[in-house]
């Protein structure tokens, strides 16, 4: 026997991982969930049938309805009143325009008015009172008199049937309506919006009889306001003296006139005064005053100098000739000398002309400045009296003006009213037709889409099962997992045998059953404990009910009929049950053994059906788990290793007991059952690291009760009987 108490390399043949690959992080590959989803055909096929039985029951209980659509074009609101003096062209309605035209075909008002148009309430469909059946026999009891209409009810129904929406960023409003009735949809959605439409004359009508009976009003008052104004402003302007004369009044005009003249005046007045003084300031400066504009200008004056410019011409030629004492040149001295006299008077005249105009324009200046002083001082009352005339003025004009405006508004209104009596802002564009076939449901796509429907919930259904389902089913599943050694399938017997699977392994040695037990004998036989064979073997399972006992009795049978010495061991103490798997009494065992009550050729007996030997549990331990812990455990399988070639382990489920953990320490490999397609994964990962903490000696899995029918549909690789020669095997 091996030492027990280390924990050498151990090995299941070249079947082993020391870890999971990279898809064990998943539960199913996509490749397992594709092979899941066919090996559960009979589920698609079974929810793909109810989901088309349920459609087809549906297509027959539904009734059908007829959707049709009515378009109706808003244009620009025109015909009003209020629109006929506005300075720029109507605009064409907006979104929220659009929007709440939609409202008004859905309101409440117009939908009775419908209803009412065309008496819906003695119609069924919309008038749930004139049903019979249950609902009409609840009715009555509620003491509703049957054909008397609840008309928010109807209004309700007919809504609920009723779809108004904008076509995409049109103008184009739709009236969507169904029924169950093709002639009364196409009704329903026409009259809606001729309802629609009248309303909207209707309204407009109202609006401008409202509109030109105001006008007619306003324009009466307005008349006797400017009546009134009118004849105050002529009654001001008689008592004040304010009349018009060429647009001003005469007091205004007068002042003007003062104002001119006064200008005039200062202007000739500063215009001689500077002739004055220019000539007196030349006297005064001993200048030459005949270089002054004035004497310039003087017809005399000029004469007397031209004479002067002869006669200084006529001396210039005497001088040439004779002296100055010359007669000839004394009297021409003399005529010159008169000449100069001559013209200083003609210069004094001229200067006393100016101071004379000058003295006269002065005094005009004074005058007009005197009478504008007096003027200036009238006005002062007159401006008084003036602001309220104009002030009156403006009453009159503002009150004229209005009385114009509203008279032309008045004429516009009543030639537009006219015109637009019978026009909306509105027009029908599309009526409804009424239709031929029902649109719901259309049996066509109804089918189709119950058939994808039916598949996709079958294939909903089915992943979600093989997601949700517990078990391992391939080895490749388990050792992806796991990362544990996959040690074999052992199939579930179609029919009970007499005495379980271990009988049938001595019934039929060569069935699948048997070869499938020799298949984990021979993952035993070639498992090694450092340089030698394993021969302590533990049989344990995660949960109960897995066919841990099953296995271990008939894979001792298997070994012993191999011709190995095998005993099978039954350290199960807390629920034995080798004994009856094997049809063995219930006698002494592993229990009095430990406690030393029994010696081993007391415990150990060989087995019916072959060259096994069987040592059952034994009667009831206070404590198993310590009795099988304990060094007296340790020196049992010693003892059986010295004699025995296989020792065969049945112990209590993982996680009912730590009776395996206890037994993995000290057996050379350990047999973790598995029912396929049952035991959670997750239990049987809890379960793999609890003995993998106990012990560092190889764990590996076989799948028990397969059932071979379902295993062909998750894996390529299959089991069946291999077909033995005729005759009693050897």
Do not use: C
């Not at 040439?320 to 010359?326: D, F, G, I, R, W």
């Not at 078990?471 to 579930?492: D, K, N, S, W, Y």
């Not at 029994?598 to 310590?626: C, E, K, W």
Request: hydrophobic share 45%; glycine share 6%.
């Amino acid at each position: 026997m091996s030492n027990i108490q280390s924990t050498p390399n151990v090995s299941f043949s070249d079947r082993r991982r020391t870890a999971p690959d990279s898809q064990g992080a998943g539960d199913i590959s996509p490749w397992e969930l594709l092979r899941g989803i066919w090996a559960r055909k009979e589920l698609i096929g079974i929810a793909f049938v109810a989901f088309m039985a349920l459609a087809l029951v549906w297509m027959a209980t539904v009734t059908p309805t007829y959707t049709v659509e009515s378009r109706i074009l808003l244009s620009t609101r025109t015909g009003e009143v209020s629109s006929f003096d506005a300075s720029t062209a109507p605009t064409q309605p907006d979104s929220e325009t659009v929007q709440s035209e939609m409202q008004v075909l859905t309101s409440r008002a117009l939908i009775a008015r419908l209803i009412a148009d065309l008496k819906l309430a003695d119609d069924p469909e919309f008038n749930p009172s004139l049903r019979r059946g249950f609902m009409g026999r609840f009715a009555a009891l509620l003491g509703r008199r049957p054909g008397v209409p609840d008309e928010d009810v109807m209004i309700d129904r007919v809504l609920g049937r009723l779809n108004v929406y904008q076509k995409g960023t049109s103008r184009v409003v739709a009236i969507e309506f169904t029924s169950s009735g093709a002639r009364m949809a196409a009704l329903l959605a026409n009259r809606l919006a001729e309802l629609y439409i009248a309303r909207q004359i209707e309204q407009k009508n109202n609006l401008n009889r409202e509109a030109t009976k105001w006008l007619a009003q306003q324009i009466e008052d307005l008349r006797g306001k400017v009546q009134s104004s009118e004849a105050a402003v002529e009654a001001f302007r008689s008592e004040s003296g304010l009349f018009l004369t060429n647009g001003s009044t005469v007091p205004q005009q007068q002042l003007t006139d003062l104002n001119a003249q006064l200008s005039v005046a200062e202007a000739d007045r500063a215009e001689t005064e500077a002739r004055l003084g220019n000539a007196r300031s030349l006297v005064a400066d001993g200048n030459s005053v005949n270089s002054a504009a004035a004497v310039l200008q003087s017809p005399l004056i000029q004469s007397l100098r031209g004479q002067e410019v002869a006669l200084r011409a006529q001396i210039a030629q005497m001088t040439e000739t004779y002296l100055p004492s010359h007669p000839k040149m004394i009297e021409a001295q003399a005529n010159l000398a008169d000449l100069n006299r001559q013209i200083g008077k003609e210069v004094d005249k001229i200067i006393q002309g100016l101071a004379n105009d000058a003295r006269v324009s002065a005094a005009r200046v004074a005058s007009l400045r005197a009478s504008l002083t007096r003027l200036q001082s009238r006005m002062g009352a007159l401006n008084q009296d003036e602001v309220q005339l104009r002030a009156l003025e403006r009453d009159a004009a503002t009150n004229r003006s209005l009385l114009e405006s509203f008279l032309k508004r008045f004429e516009e209104a009543n030639a537009r009213a006219e015109a637009d009596a019978r026009t909306a802002n509105a027009n029908i564009v599309s009526r409804a037709q009424e239709l031929s076939e029902p649109t719901f449901p259309k049996k066509g796509a109804v089918l189709t889409l119950a058939i994808v429907a039916g598949l996709f919930l079958a294939l909903i259904v089915s992943v979600f099962a093989e997601v949700f389902s517990r078990g391992f089913r391939t080895a490749e599943q388990v050792e992806r997992i796991t990362g544990t050694p996959f040690l074999g399938l052992v199939p579930e017997l179609e029919s009970r045998v007499p005495g379980g699977p271990a009988a049938d392994v001595l019934r039929d040695s060569l069935g699948i059953y048997a070869e499938a037990i020799r298949g984990l004998q021979g993952s035993v036989m070639l498992a090694r404990v450092g340089n030698r064979r394993a021969r302590t073997v533990l049989i344990t399972s995660a949960v109960k009910d897995e066919g841990k006992t099953a296995t271990a009795a008939s894979l001792a049978r298997v070994l012993a009929m191999g011709g190995y010495r095998t005993i099978l061991v039954d350290a199960d103490m807390r629920s034995p049950s080798v004994h009856l798997t094997l049809g063995l009494p219930e006698q002494a065992g592993l229990s009095e053994l430990l406690t030393g009550r029994a010696a081993f050729g007391h415990v150990i007996r060989q087995d019916f059906g072959s060259y096994a030997h069987i040592m059952q549990a034994g009667g009831i331990l206070p404590n198993p788990t310590a009795a099988l812990a304990s060094s007296q455990m340790q020196w049992v399988l010693k003892a059986l290793d010295q004699t025995y070639d296989f020792i065969i382990i049945d112990s209590p489920p993982v996680m009912a007991a730590a009776d395996a953990q206890v037994l993995t320490k000290m057996t050379d490999v350990t047999v973790l059952v598995t029912r396929w397609s049952s035991t959670s994964r997750r239990v049987v990962t809890r379960v793999l690291k609890t003995l993998s903490a106990a012990s560092g000696r190889r764990v590996g899995i076989l799948l028990t009760r397969v059932n071979l029918r379902r295993y062909r549909r998750y894996t390529d690789s299959v089991i069946e009987e291999y077909p033995a020669r005729p005759g009693r095997a050897a």
